[in-house]
């Protein structure tokens, strides 16, 4: 089967550094995705991974390990307005479709 | 805007009735996906098209559920005989599919948001 798990909520203080978890089990792997979903709004995309390791893209970064099944995405210096839900999401076939797991909704608190 | 758009935004019928949405992708965009939202859950993936071809559908995607990309460009999804549990947000997306590397982003529209009473 497919299953996509990231914790459902997180609470981080405005300044600081959270990392997200999410951990896959999919028939096929062809890449895992980051979005960030504000409420009432469209996803939008924030990172992907194929190979594992870190990459960086300014106050964001998203790690994948493909022997765990696992990746986590980091935020540095929150800000307010990162208050938002995030969605890990896997690829596991050519086919393109994404796997999304339930999001994690993150409140930043000054 | 060049992004993904998607008509109507809100849609309120009556268990029962037909409704049809549409979807317009960026416009050298291939790929087009249909996702399914509901509070508090990530998208769940409905169909999608290359081009004019549908290639892939949920088996959870009753036969109330139709999807058309007539000319590769916008596509239309349709639910016949709405019920209640059809109430969510409909979301659009769209990549470009550029060789067997993986990535193709898929790029979301605002959504359609359904409520079947």
């Known amino acids: 089967g497919q299953n996509i798990d990231q914790p459902t909520e997180m609470t981080a203080t405005e300044g600081a550094i959270v990392q997200i978890n999410c951990t896959y089990q999919?028939?096929?792997?062809?890449?895992l995705f980051w979005y960030q979903q504000h409420a009432g709004e469209a996803p939008t995309f924030l990172s992907y991974?194929?190979?594992?390791g870190l990459e960086e893209k300014g106050r964001f970064s998203s790690f994948l390990s493909r022997s765990k099944g696992y990746s986590y995405l980091l935020l540095k210096e929150l800000q307010m307005k990162d208050s938002a839900s995030y969605l890990c999401a896997v690829k596991g076939n050519q086919g393109g479709k994404l796997i999304f797991g339930q999001g994690t909704e993150l409140s930043v608190k000054p | 805007d060049t992004g993904v758009s998607q008509d109507p935004r809100h849609k309120i019928t009556k268990r029962g009735q037909n409704v049809t949405f549409r979807c317009d992708p960026i416009s050298e965009h291939n790929r087009l996906y249909w996702y399914r939202q509901t509070l508090g859950q990530g998208p769940e993936f409905l169909t999608y098209?290359?081009?004019?071809?549908?290639?892939?559908k949920s088996r959870l995607l009753s036969d109330r559920f139709s999807a058309e990309r007539p000319k590769g460009s916008f596509s239309t999804l349709e639910i016949q005989r709405t019920e209640q549990g059809d109430s969510a947000m409909y979301l659009c997306?769209?990549?470009?599919?550029?060789?067997?590397?993986?990535?193709?982003?898929?790029?979301f529209g605002p959504g359609t948001r359904l409520t079947v009473l």
């Open positions: 991974n194929v190979l594992d």
């Open positions: 098209f290359q081009n004019e071809a549908q290639l892939e």
């Open positions: 997306a769209s990549s470009l599919r550029a060789g067997l590397a993986g990535g193709d982003e898929q790029f």
């Open positions: 999919t028939s096929g792997f062809n890449g």
